[in-house]
């Protein structure tokens, strides 16, 4: 039987500190130490934390922490993995909770200026499909997957990043600084230096990209001694892009197994997330390989939800897989412009929203 870690789904995370954290950094200790191949359990609480429930009201909605999001479970230390590794993590099974959740607020999502009030849906789910007396009528089938999972940031990561946020803040974009308020853990320096898990990074992180469901593969380059991987933010189901800012949230148990591809992101200079499901698309009988684009430039300025830098981005790292698989430059470019399809997979998580090319596996005898 594989290891896991369990938590008790009526207490929140600051309850439980020693299962989970809210924030990224490299001094969180691991909760426990796998090996490659090991397949782990993972339960997992809601984006919010356990603040919506089947009760919650407009009035509730507008009381919550804002701080708390997301608790995440882990971290995992990874036997073996060494920073310039790549991590694979399979998602062997992700199990849905009962209950969930959608919602938006005033400043969140992406038509802030159109939706500039509360809303809130409540979800019954089974294992087939979601449906929600404020949507009647409507029947949402199961597409869960894990909105974030990623490893932990390297010292200089860390430093660097915060720095790039710091950066664009000033210049007027929307970025979630690092604070103390309701940080787990909540020891110093990590309260302080902790970086928020809203907007997604090169560790992962908060993509939401909804193709990562069971049967997956995501690949993160390591930057820690054993990668320490952490999740949570379930979703049930979600449209590409997640545009209201949530999907439909859930609390959830993900079941996964590590594979690390040594030196991989080093010799390869891979410094982005990318991801794999040889069955997403099996009505069309497609398999796929996908690169990640976010918004910062290659002399590493951050830009604020910049979906044009984004998709370039995309492009660029998936002529670079292309090139990895022996296709010149040329030959790459021609591919991604006659058969790789650009996804938006969110435009909520500021400032890194997140589009994602997907090259069709099957085009190549």
């Known amino acids: 039987m594989g290891k896991g870690i369990s938590i008790d789904r009526s207490k929140r995370l600051r309850e439980e500190p020693h299962k989970g954290h809210n924030r990224w950094h490299p001094d969180i200790a691991p909760v426990i130490e796998v090996a490659p191949g090991e397949e782990v359990t993972l339960e997992t609480r809601d984006a919010m934390d356990l603040q919506i429930g089947p009760r919650t009201t407009v009035a509730d909605l507008e009381k919550m922490e804002r701080t708390v999001a997301h608790p995440l479970t882990g971290p995992v230390y990874v036997k073996g993995a060494k920073p310039g590794d790549l991590l694979e993590i399979e998602h062997v099974d992700i199990l849905p909770e009962r209950y969930g959740w959608t919602r938006f607020s ?45 490893v932990a940031p390297s010292r200089e990561q860390l430093k660097r990043w915060t720095a790039r946020e710091r950066e664009l803040a000033d210049r007027g974009g929307r970025v979630m600084l690092p604070t103390a308020a309701a940080a787990v853990p909540a020891q110093r320096p990590i309260a302080e230096e902790g970086l928020r898990t809203i907007p997604p990074r090169e560790n992962c992180g908060n993509a939401d990209v909804k193709q990562l469901t069971r049967g997956s593969k995501l690949y993160v380059p390591v930057a820690v001694d054993g990668a320490l991987y952490s999740v ?26 590590f594979k690390i591809h040594k030196d991989l992101a080093r010799t390869k200079n891979i410094a982005w997330p990318r991801f794999s499901h040889p069955k997403y698309f099996a009505k069309v009988e497609q398999n796929f390989i996908a690169t990640m684009g976010m918004p910062v430039t290659p002399e590493g300025r951050q830009e604020n939800g910049d979906l044009n830098l984004a998709a370039r981005n995309a492009v660029i790292r998936m002529i670079e897989l292309l090139e990895e698989r022996g296709w010149t430059r040329e030959q790459a470019y021609v591919l991604c412009s006659v ?12 400032p890194n929203v ?9 085009i190549f005898s």
Do not use: K
Not at 142 to 149: E, P, Q, R, V
Not at 234 to 246: I, K, S, V, W, Y
Not at 339 to 350: E, Y
């Open 106 to 150: 005033p400043g969140f999502g992406f038509l802030p200026d159109l939706f500039d009030h509360y809303f809130v849906a409540h979800w019954e789910i089974t294992s087939e499909y979601a449906t929600s007396p404020q949507l009647p009528g409507v029947r949402i089938p199961n597409g869960a997957f894990m909105g974030t999972a990623g």
């Open 339 to 350: 058969a790789v399809d650009l996804r938006v997979s969110n435009v909520v998580d500021m």
């Open 232 to 257: 949570g933010d379930g979703h049930f189901a979600q449209g590409d892009a997640e545009c209201c800012g949530t999907a439909i949230e859930m609390g959830a148990t993900a079941v996964v197994r």
């Open 354 to 362: 997140t589009v994602s090319a997907f090259l069709p596996e099957d």
